[in-house]
């Protein structure tokens, strides 16, 4: 049986064990949480190295987009170093591949369009296919990486404002630690009424993007709203539903009561693939999802 460990930076509150048949053959996807501690997570990768078919980096972005370019964050570098011998992923491929269809996939399943209608990004720089996607079906842009990742109520407009943005502060940025920039350990499990960044998702009738800093910032009420995301929970779609939300989408599909994180799918498909994740292009990650039978989840919150 064919093995694949999600080691993420993350609360071990939210760890998952679930075994798929893919193509006949079982696959055990784990997820394990080192609560913030990034010593731990290095042990971990240490330990699995070798003895794993590939390792999810979670809770942490390797690498972020902007203007054309690919930049990578220092501190997932050298978490990922630890690994010699199994492949380590962080996502990218599922991002890339995958989410950038989920707008379309929206529209097609729900009969709705997205022209015309507010779409929330609250980090396009790592999730930077969907923010162009958003965009070809016509959303008006809200972008919220300066918002949720510094902390400055600053919303950003249009791919090409961010473009300049992420030339001037990514190698900056990039060197910073990821708890700086990111809900990591308990504070995943935290949600914040910082108006500041609330105001911005009550604003907007979709919202999209990485459901920590969602959930982190979540309004008391969210009727009619669309969330395209992914890593969420059952308890998080029972919250979502409660607060009134219509449509909860994800790249990933419900296994075992919840959605994997882009992360341990991507590593699904490397291990499954058995080739290293550089020589995969978005066809094969689509070719080998569509093999294992996996498709994004588009499900009707208040059917």
Known sequence: MKRIVSVSLGSSRRNH??????????????????????????????????????IGLGGISMYLYAGGRRYILDEARRIASHA?????????????????????????????????????????????????????????????????????????????????????????????PIKMLYPTGSKQEEQKSAKKATRFLEEAEILTGDFHYIRRHLPEKLDGK???SNTVTRTDRELL??????????????????SFATNILDALVVAVSGRRPEELTAADYEDHLKKL???????????
């Open 17 to 54: 064990k679930y075994v798929i048949d893919a193509a006949g053959e079982k696959v055990e996807l784990e997820r394990i949480g080192t609560d913030g501690d990034v010593k731990q997570a290095i042990r971990l990768i240490r330990e699995l190295d070798g003895k794993v078919d590939a």
């Open 84 to 176: 010699k011998k199994t492949p380590v992923v962080d996502g990218a491929g599922i991002k890339q591949a995958i989410e950038g269809k989920l707008a379309g996939i929206f529209e097609a399943k729900t009969g709705e369009k997205l022209a015309g209608r507010t779409a929330l990004i609250v980090s396009a720089v790592e999730r930077y296919a969907m923010a162009e996607s958003l965009l070809a079906a016509g959303c008006r842009l809200l972008i919220g990486d300066l918002i949720f990742a510094l902390g400055l109520p600053v919303p950003l407009h249009s791919l090409r404002t961010l473009d300049r943005v992420g030339k001037a502060l990514l190698p900056l940025i990039c060197r910073l």
């Open 226 to 228: 669309a969330i395209i």
């Open 241 to 258: 539903a409660e607060r009134g939300a219509s449509w909860l989408v994800t790249a990933s599909p419900e296994l075992g009561g919840r």
């Open 293 to 303: 039978s996996l498709y994004p989840r588009v499900e009707n919150l208040q059917a």
